[in-house]
């Protein structure tokens, strides 16, 4: 048995079937570049998506050429039993048998992005900060493409920052080989010849991203502020802050007081909104605050869409009830 033990079967190189692993990823690029140039939300989802395929293969690759000689885990063990058991081991293999991935932790990377993002972070591969936003990215395209959740004006900035992000990523990824041959007629495409393709044609101003994002986190939390208001005069707060206690303690008194109870951090969101506009020095620079806002933001939105849709059913009732309906 051979003591090299390849994380993955594929690699980088041509599969037996002589699939072209690099030629559709620029199929890939190309359409993202064709939507992102469309200009309208739904465009903007279906490159948010592929974009977000696009970072977990070649993260994927990343981790597989990391791990592709790696020592088998059968020879990994028996150097690390004649270690334990008082063996002398010099530097190099220790190095070797305490960084080494076990089973566990590759099938907890095959099957999950941020445990791959750790890896890279842990080898040098990804910046902390580039980690956080990658992992946060991924979790805005769950919400934009399992949930639907993801706010509409938002789409276009993260698929800006996305293809940003994405083209470092390509850009310092080194394979194990490159393909070589194909099973087409189409043109041979390398890892290098795919970088600044994503960013081709498109002005990555910082700080016209700082604006934008700035911009809709200060929506964002407006529309917090006027649910936390409208919460406050349905309670009856008095001076004191405290409700009226004639109210009955239901449903709906609950989440009129989960809003009330975030008055205080109100002030607070929207400086970070409005100080989003100074973060100009880099895209992780920028966008580690902005998700640091919207993850607050985003654990009292549900109570403020709720309360919208409440009160708009309230007024249409009362429209209905003047119409003699």
């Known amino acids: 048995m051979s003591?090299?033990?390849?994380?993955?079967?594929?690699w980088d190189r041509v599969t037996f079937q002589q699939a072209e692993q690099w030629n559709w990823l620029a199929v890939e690029i190309a359409e993202i570049q064709r939507c992102?140039?469309?200009?309208?939300?739904?465009?903007?989802?279906?490159?948010?998506?592929?974009?977000?395929?696009?970072?977990?293969?070649?993260?994927?690759?990343?981790v597989n050429a990391r791990l592709a000689f790696q020592i088998a885990d059968s020879v990994i063990e028996e150097m690390r039993?004649?270690?334990?058991?008082?063996?002398?081991?010099?530097?190099?293999?220790?190095?070797?048998?305490?960084?080494?991935?076990?089973?566990?932790?590759?099938?907890?990377?095959?099957?999950?992005?941020?445990?791959?993002t750790k890896f890279l972070m842990q080898r040098g591969v990804l910046t902390a900060q580039e980690r956080e936003v990658l992992d946060r990215l991924?979790?805005?395209?769950?919400?934009?493409?399992?949930?639907?959740?993801?706010?509409?004006?938002?789409?276009?900035?993260?698929?800006?920052?996305?293809?940003?992000?994405?083209?470092?990523?390509?850009?310092?990824?080194?394979?194990?080989?490159?393909?070589?041959?194909?099973?087409?007629?189409?043109?041979?495409?390398t890892p290098q010849q795919l970088r600044g393709r994503l960013t081709a044609g498109v002005d990555v101003d910082v700080k016209q991203m700082a604006r934008r994002f700035r911009d809709h986190a200060v929506t964002r939390v407006q529309g917090v502020a006027a649910a936390v208001?409208?919460?406050?005069?349905?309670?009856?707060?008095?001076?004191?802050?405290?409700?009226?206690?004639?109210?009955?303690?239901?449903?709906?008194a609950r989440l009129l007081n989960d809003l009330h109870g975030v008055a205080k951090l109100v002030p607070s969101w929207t400086r970070q909104a409005e100080g989003l506009r100074s973060k100009?020095?880099?895209?992780?620079?920028?966008?580690?605050?902005?998700?640091?806002?919207?993850?607050?933001?985003?654990?009292?939105?549900?109570?403020?869409?709720?309360?919208d849709m409440i009160m708009d059913w309230w007024e249409q009732s009362r429209i209905e009830e003047l119409r003699g309906k």
Request: hydrophobic share 40%; charged share 25%; proline share 4%.
């Open 138 to 189: 991924h979790q805005y395209r769950n919400a934009a493409y399992h949930r639907d959740t993801l706010e509409t004006d938002l789409v276009s900035d993260l698929v800006l920052a996305f293809r940003v992000l994405a083209d470092e990523l390509i850009s310092r990824h080194k394979p194990i080989a490159w393909t070589m041959a194909s099973s087409g007629s189409s043109a041979i495409v």
């Open 3 to 10: 003591p090299i033990q390849p994380f993955a079967s594929d």
């Open 280 to 307: 100009t020095s880099s895209l992780t620079g920028l966008m580690i605050p902005f998700i640091n806002l919207d993850r607050a933001l985003s654990r009292i939105e549900p109570s403020v869409r709720r309360l």
């Open 36 to 62: 992102s140039a469309a200009g309208d939300q739904a465009h903007d989802r279906l490159a948010l998506i592929l974009l977000d395929h696009l970072v977990e293969v070649v993260i994927g690759r990343e």
């Open 81 to 116: 039993e004649f270690r334990d058991s008082g063996g002398e081991i010099d530097e190099q293999l220790n190095q070797l048998i305490d960084q080494h991935v076990g089973p566990d932790r590759r099938q907890a990377m095959d099957d999950h992005l941020h445990e791959k």
């Open 229 to 252: 208001s409208a919460a406050q005069r349905l309670l009856g707060i008095d001076d004191s802050g405290k409700a009226d206690a004639t109210l009955p303690d239901d449903d709906m």
